[in-house]
T-cell receptor, first 115, second 114 residues
Framework: EAGVAQSPRYKIIEKRQSVAFWCNPI?????LYWYQQILGQGPKLLIQ????????DSQLPKDRFSAERLKGVDSTLKIQPAKLEDSAVYLC?????????????FGNGTRLTVT | EDKVVQSPLSLVVHEGDTVTLNCSYE??????LLWYKQEKKAPTFLFML????IEKKSGRLSSILDKKELFSILNITATQTGDSAVYLC??????????????FGKGTLLTVNP
């Protein structure tokens, strides 16, 4: 089974620039998550999709972050404009469904450095 | 607000030692607790625990949950250098409707020296 694919692996940008990350979940997984992991911290949920609909974006800084999953498969996360504190690893995860017994499977992440 | 606290934050041991990692939580409507291992990239799933007192085991790793005292432990016996990683604990709870969310702890950085 192919895992969760993310790109790019690394990105360095200057503050106020914009950046986009891409994620392709495991085939057949209806639920997709974007997490932000700051160095030394656990992952923090930014947004959760069920198919192409958003089910939780309560912790997404909507003034600068946006995400979409238009066809219910792959997803993009965008930051515009970036701030220094956005430097983190952005992890995409997917699960078969959003239910109790469905563990998350993570991609390798995109490491973002904002200078 | 849901809270997951892991201890210790870091640990250095020698190959062959046994380690115990701790995870305590304060969560509204707890449903399950998950352990992940994170090396330099993606967290990989280890265990999911939902019932108190039932040990989950996979090779040298084992974990148990105490729902009364609100904690879990992850044991690794006969540690190897390949066990060096960050071990993340996460708790699953409802986030509204039929959705569940995971709240992660900060992780325990385990270093196993040869």
């Amino acid at each position: 089974e192919a895992g969760v694919a993310q790109s790019p692996r690394y990105k360095i940008i200057e503050k106020r620039q914009s950046v986009a990350f891409w994620c392709n979940p495991i085939s057949g997984h209806a639920t997709l998550y974007w997490y932000q992991q700051i160095l030394g911290q656990g992952p923090k949920l930014l947004i959760q999709f069920q198919n192409n609909g958003v089910v939780d974006d309560s912790q997404l800084p909507k003034d600068r972050f946006s995400a979409e999953r238009l066809k219910g498969v792959d997803s993009t996360l965008k930051i515009q404009p970036a701030k220094l504190e956005d430097s983190a690893v952005y992890l995409c995860a997917s699960s078969f469904n959003r239910g109790l017994d469905s563990p998350l499977h993570f991609g390798n992440g995109t490491r973002l450095t904002v200078t | 607000e849901d809270k997951v606290v892991q201890s210790p934050l870091s640990l250095v041991v020698h190959e062959g030692d046994t380690v115990t990692l701790n995870c305590s939580y304060e969560v509204t409507n707890f449903r399950s607790l998950l352990w992940y291992k994170q090396e330099k990239k993606a967290p990989t799933f280890l265990f999911m625990l939902t019932s108190s007192g039932i040990e989950k085991k996979s090779g040298r790793l084992s974990s148990i949950l105490d729902k009364k005292e609100l904690f879990s432990i992850l044991n690794i016996t006969a540690t190897q250098t390949g066990d060096s990683a960050v071990y993340l604990c996460a708790v699953k709870a409802p986030s509204g409707g039929s959705n569940y969310k995971l709240t992660f702890g900060k992780g325990t950085l385990l270093t196993v020296n040869p």
